[in-house]
């Protein structure tokens, strides 16, 4: 094959996810040309990837997008999203696509009548046994992220000195995430630095972290790009994250991992890929998972989930840096 396109529309953790595939793809076929379409707002997560010979940005008019994808004459097409937008894009470039299994059934039955027969692998490895025609296959090295040059930082910069740890407060959803009361408790009791990354949404988390603990948080929520936070994560002893995105780029710099699970679930298959990590859940609740990606309110109105785990894994690891 001399030129393979990968679809990947959103969104920004899997994407990440996607990265062993594309590594993958282009070890077993060395003389092809790999090519990405995304959302435009994702486009820049490919810089600086040396398994990518071109990036293609979907901005809302797929026939446009098919008119000149069709132009550059695909031997193939991988359908890593598998929705109805990147099925019609295979059709309108006249191909059927290589795709991957979800598990859509089994991760709702796991919802709605809590019976797992979701297979015990990771979601990248269950992407592989699917795609198993296309004679690829895990190398064992994780995912990928690049930080582009140029935008590394220095944890000076921003006040940080010595060794520091990383909180990302964020997630898409609200059930994914530590109550405002919990992250007070993890702040006031862990030891040393603790540096808050996140979006707009979190920053006024961060805020009222920092005003309270001054000693403490140092808060860059809303402050740092993704390569900066990235880079960041990079440069920490170890990393605090829900279920979300900055979990998977964490995971693709190999950094040790403290994930607080909430309304998800690790089965689902999208805990930190190939590199060290510690769970924090709740396992005394039988209304986990409630969602398959989370969502704005807790179903039973208690959200035992997250209010009642013990941060006690993460503050023993604080005592030791």
Same mark, same amino acid.
């Given at each position: 094959?001399?030129?393979?396109?990968?679809?990947?529309?959103?969104?920004?953790?899997?994407?990440?996810?996607? %990265?062993?595939?594309?590594?993958?793809?282009?070890?077993?076929y060395p003389a092809a040309e790999i090519h990405v379409v995304t959302k435009q707002q994702y486009a820049n997560l490919w810089e600086g990837n040396p398994y990518v010979h071109q990036v293609h940005t979907y901005q809302g008019n797929l026939w446009k997008l098919?008119?000149?994808?069709? !132009?550059?004459?695909?031997?193939?097409?991988?359908?890593? *999203?598998?929705?109805?937008?990147?099925?019609?894009?295979?059709?309108?470039?006249? !191909?059927?696509?290589?795709?991957?299994?979800?598990?859509?059934?089994?991760?709702? @039955? @796991?919802?709605? !009548?809590?019976?797992?027969?979701?297979?015990?692998? *990771? @979601?990248?490895?269950?992407?592989?046994?699917?795609?198993? %025609?296309?004679?690829?296959?895990?190398?064992?090295?994780?995912?990928?992220?690049?930080?582009?040059?140029?935008?590394?930082?220095?944890? $000076?910069?921003?006040?940080?000195?010595?060794?520091?740890?990383?909180?990302?407060?964020?997630?898409?959803?609200?059930?994914?995430?530590?109550?405002?009361?919990?992250?007070?408790?993890?702040?006031?009791?862990?030891?040393?630095?603790?540096?808050?990354?996140?979006?707009?949404?979190?920053?006024?988390?961060?805020?009222?972290?920092?005003?309270?603990?001054?000693? $403490?948080?140092?808060?860059?929520?809303?402050?740092?790009?993704?390569?900066?936070?990235?880079?960041?994560?990079?440069?920490?002893?170890?990393?605090?994250?829900?279920?979300?995105?900055?979990? *998977?780029?964490?995971?693709?710099?190999?950094?040790?991992?403290?994930?607080?699970?909430?309304?998800?679930?690790?089965?689902?298959?999208?805990?930190?890929?190939?590199?060290?990590?510690?769970?924090?859940?709740? $396992?005394?609740?039988?209304?986990?998972?409630?969602?398959?990606?989370?969502?704005?309110?807790?179903?039973?109105?208690?959200?035992?989930?997250?209010?009642?785990?013990?941060?006690?894994?993460?503050?023993?690891?604080?005592?030791?840096?």
């Amino acid at each position: 094959m001399n030129k393979i396109l990968c679809i990947r529309f959103s969104s920004l953790g899997d994407i990440i996810l996607t %990265t062993p595939i594309i590594r993958a793809l282009k070890s077993r076929y060395p003389a092809a040309e790999i090519h990405v379409v995304t959302k435009q707002q994702y486009a820049n997560l490919w810089e600086g990837n040396p398994y990518v010979h071109q990036v293609h940005t979907y901005q809302g008019n797929l026939w446009k997008l098919a008119s000149e994808l069709r !132009k550059e004459d695909f031997d193939a097409v991988v359908d890593l *999203h598998k929705n109805v937008r990147s099925h019609a894009l295979s059709l309108l470039l006249g !191909k059927i696509p290589y795709q991957i299994d979800k598990f859509t059934r089994e991760r709702k @039955l @796991l919802v709605k !009548k809590k019976i797992n027969l979701l297979p015990k692998k *990771h @979601l990248v490895d269950r992407c592989f046994d699917a795609l198993h %025609t296309l004679d690829i296959q895990s190398d064992g090295k994780g995912l990928d992220y690049f930080i582009p040059e140029g935008q590394a930082v220095n944890p $000076k910069e921003f006040g940080i000195q010595g060794k520091y740890m990383v909180y990302a407060i964020g997630a898409q959803y609200i059930t994914k995430v530590l109550s405002y009361p919990k992250m007070i408790e993890l702040c006031e009791r862990i030891e040393g630095q603790l540096v808050l990354i996140g979006d707009a949404w979190d920053e006024h988390y961060g805020y009222r972290l920092n005003i309270l603990f001054p000693d $403490k948080v140092i808060n860059l929520c809303n402050r740092t790009s993704v390569a900066a936070s990235a880079s960041l994560m990079q440069q920490a002893e170890f990393v605090i994250a829900h279920d979300s995105s900055m979990m *998977h780029i964490a995971a693709a710099l190999k950094k040790k991992l403290f994930v607080l699970w909430g309304a998800t679930h690790s089965d689902f298959g999208f805990y930190p890929y190939q590199t060290e990590f510690t769970s924090i859940e709740n $396992k005394e609740i039988s209304c986990r998972p409630c969602s398959t990606q989370g969502g704005n309110y807790c179903p039973l109105g208690h959200f035992d989930c997250l209010n009642k785990i013990s941060l006690d894994p993460i503050i023993s690891a604080s005592q030791t840096l």
